[in-house]
């Protein structure tokens, strides 16, 4: 979740230390290019795919061939030793480890600490991976760019807190690809240490959207609530402190790392408590048309009237579902002065977020693009990657 957190993995050498409750400060955000309202800029991705696929006759068929886009130009990835040791700490974007995957298996990064759901998540994805855990989210992104990690999977949206606007963000400022999904079904618990009981807790701790997910259970119990980065790593400070007044709300697998007793399960507001992370790795996928994919994009629009409607209208032209759209502020660029100078009034600018249900292999989809291209001032193809259809 956001940042919520996760179940347990097979005994690895963690990439965690010496814990302290410090609040960390993110990089400083990094700067969108800033694009005129009349300049329209689209560098290709690659040029096209080709799905070879054997007919009757023996003789093989190409595929239409696929165009994405992408905002940044390829710019060449930093060099890391093998010889460095493993940093002690979960990563951070201002002190990374040096070592890269040996090609034994996969190792994929994740935000939080162990028994974090995103560790979870990222074990659904992969289940064989090396799951390397980071401070923040801009560390994950960091460590596939920088070839420390294979993959990264992060969440992106939950059924009951909404988005994590941060991971829209770094989308766009970072050059990764989507190449899959995995939701996760999120299973809160109410965890103490040892001899605590419900009624001797005061306050609870955990990562701010699994607290709002349990409202109406910590109400009830007439806890007060303080919010941590994320809530494994709320379970770890209940334990290490040894706090007989504070509980966690956190997965059963962080109760079973951190030594902790459940006091009550399910305490979510809604069975139906989903998470729905992102896998993102260096290169895109081949898309295909086998099996149901989904396709993430992000454009901006000229201020006017029905502008937006015409965007989205060339999605249902084509009988293409969309699941999802989000708007964010274009950050360079808050703020657009009105065409009629005698009013004096703004207009907030904004990247538009939208997932849709095509794969780039269907021509419809990018008969779809090539629409939207006509009129949208940018436009970038985040991943088109396999709907995940589980949900455990």
């Not at 700067?31 to 009349?38: F, V």
């Not at 093998?82 to 990064?109: C, E, I, M, Y």
Request: hydrophobic content about 40%; overall charge neutral.
């Amino acid at each position: 979740m956001a940042t919520a957190t996760s179940l347990v993995r097979s005994p690895t050498t963690p990439l965690s230390g010496k814990f302290t409750l410090s609040d960390q400060k993110l990089t400083p955000p990094g700067q969108l290019p800033q694009y005129p309202t009349q300049r329209r800029r689209f560098t290709p991705l690659f040029a096209s795919f080709h799905d070879d696929t054997s007919n009757n006759s023996g003789s093989k068929k190409n595929a239409p061939a696929v165009e994405l886009e992408k905002l940044l130009d390829d710019a060449p990835y930093d060099v890391v030793s093998k010889d460095s040791p493993l940093h002690p700490r979960p990563l951070s974007s201002t002190q990374f480890s040096n070592s890269v995957s040996d090609g034994s298996r996969l190792r994929v990064a994740y935000q939080g600490v162990r028994g974090a759901y995103s560790e979870a998540a990222a074990e659904k994805a992969y289940p064989n991976c090396e799951a390397v855990p980071c401070d923040q989210f801009d560390a994950a992104f960091e460590a596939v760019e920088k070839w420390i990690v294979d993959r990264a999977v992060l969440p992106i949206e939950n059924s009951l807190g909404g988005s994590i606007h941060r991971n829209y963000d770094l989308l766009l400022r970072h050059s990764l690809h989507i190449v899959g999904e995995v939701k996760l079904a999120v299973r809160h618990c109410l965890l103490a240490n040892h001899g605590v009981k419900v009624e001797d807790l005061q306050r609870v701790l955990s990562h701010p959207q699994a607290l709002a997910q349990c409202e109406n259970t910590l109400t009830k119990l007439g806890l007060s609530r303080e919010a941590l980065d994320d809530t494994a790593l709320s379970a770890k400070y209940v334990a290490s402190k040894k706090l007989k007044d504070t509980g966690a709300v956190a997965s059963s697998s962080a109760a079973s790392i951190y030594g902790l007793n459940i006091l009550a399960q399910d305490i979510q507001d809604d069975c139906d408590n989903i998470t729905r992370f992102l896998i993102l790795a260096r290169e895109p996928i081949i898309p295909g048309i086998e099996k149901p994919f989904k396709t993430s994009i992000v454009f901006s629009l000229e201020e006017g009237p029905g502008v937006l409607f015409k965007a989205l209208a060339v999605f249902a032209l084509r009988q293409i579902n969309l699941t999802k759209i989000e708007s964010r502020p274009l950050r360079n660029q808050p703020l657009r002065a009105s065409d009629d100078c005698n009013n004096g009034s703004k207009y907030f600018d904004y990247l538009f977020y939208v997932d849709f249900e095509a794969s780039m292999a269907d021509q419809r989809a990018q008969n779809a693009l090539r629409h939207l291209k006509e009129f949208a001032t940018f436009l970038r193809v985040l991943g088109s990657y396999p709907v995940d259809t589980t949900m455990i």
